[in-house]
Nanobody, 124 residues
Framework: QVQLVESGGGLVQAGGSLRLSCVVSGRSFSWAAMGWFLQAPGKEREFVAAINWNGGSTAYADSVKGRFTISRDNAKNTMYLQMNSLKPEDTAVYYC?????????????????WGQGTQVTVSS
């Protein structure tokens, strides 16, 4: 059974930092691109960041460039999202996702497996 489990969300003040983790089990991790998406209340799920199979290539939404860093540890089947200089508009549920391909994509349909999400709340 494929499982993606996110952790690390919480409540933080504006300007603070959080580090999200996503542990993958039940499927091959090291060959697959991975991504983070967010969904704010009443809005569509949107792309945040993605990383290719070996961590050599990354992509970010314009809204998080320079503040968020995506990384992965294939030996631990784990992906991370370091979030710095958080803003109230970053408040959302954050989901990790595993792609069916080794190369990064910003498109939701490229991702076949999803976690349950972790809440990030940034207070002003």
């Amino acid at each position: 059974q494929v499982q993606l489990v996110e952790s690390g969300g919480g409540l933080v003040q504006a300007g603070g930092s959080l580090r999200l983790s996503c542990v993958v089990s039940g499927r091959s991790f090291s060959w697959a691109a991975m991504g983070w998406f967010l969904q704010a209340p009443g809005k569509e799920r949107e792309f945040v960041a993605a990383i290719n199979w070996n961590g050599g290539s990354t992509a970010y939404a314009d809204s998080v460039k320079g503040r968020f860093t995506i990384s992965r540890d294939n030996a631990k089947n784990t992906m991370y999202l370091q979030m710095n200089s958080l803003k109230p508009e970053d408040t959302a549920v954050y989901y990790c996702a595993a792609s069916r391909r080794p190369f990064i994509s910003q498109e939701r349909y490229e991702y076949t497996d999803w976690g349950q999400g972790t809440q990030v709340t940034v207070s002003s």
